[in-house]
C-alpha cells in the first residue's frame, strides 16, 4: 500500500450491511470497513479479541451482561471468547481491527458468513 486509504470513499464503493471490507493489513490484522444495519449474528471469537470504531451512525453491541452503545469516535473492544451480537437499527459505519483469518460470524456460520474481501 503507497496511498492514504479514503475511508469515506471506500464505504460510498458498496451499499451491502455486514460485509466487511478489508482497506488495510497491519503485521497479520485487517484494518475493516463496514455498513451496519439491523441485527447481526449472535457470536463469538474464540482466539481473538475484536476492535469496533463508530466512524457514523450508532452501533450498539449486545453483550450477555450488559449492552455498550457507540456513536462516532467511540470504541470498544470485545474480549476473545465473549458472546455478542452488534445491532444498529439506523445504520452506522464501523471500522474493525481483527486477524486476517477471521471470520465476520465467528463461531456461528449462517447466512451473514462472508468471505474476506480486500480492497
Known sequence: MHEPVDLAATLA?????WSPRT???LNDYDVRVVKAR???TKHRHPDTDELFVVLTGSLT???DDADV????????????GVEHQPISPDGAE????EPSTTVNTGDTPGGLTTERQVI
Do not use: K
Not at 464503493?13 to 450491511?17: H, K, L, M, Q, T
Not at 457507540?70 to 476473545?80: F, K, Q, T
Not at 464501523?94 to 481491527?97: I, T, Y
Open 94 to 97: 464501523v471500522l474493525l481491527v
Open 61 to 63: 453491541i449486545r453483550l
Open 69 to 80: 452503545t457507540l456513536g462516532p469516535g467511540r470504541l470498544y473492544v470485545v474480549p476473545r
Open 38 to 40: 439491523g441485527e447481526f
Open 13 to 17: 464503493s458498496f451499499d451491502e450491511a
Open 23 to 25: 482497506v488495510a493489513v
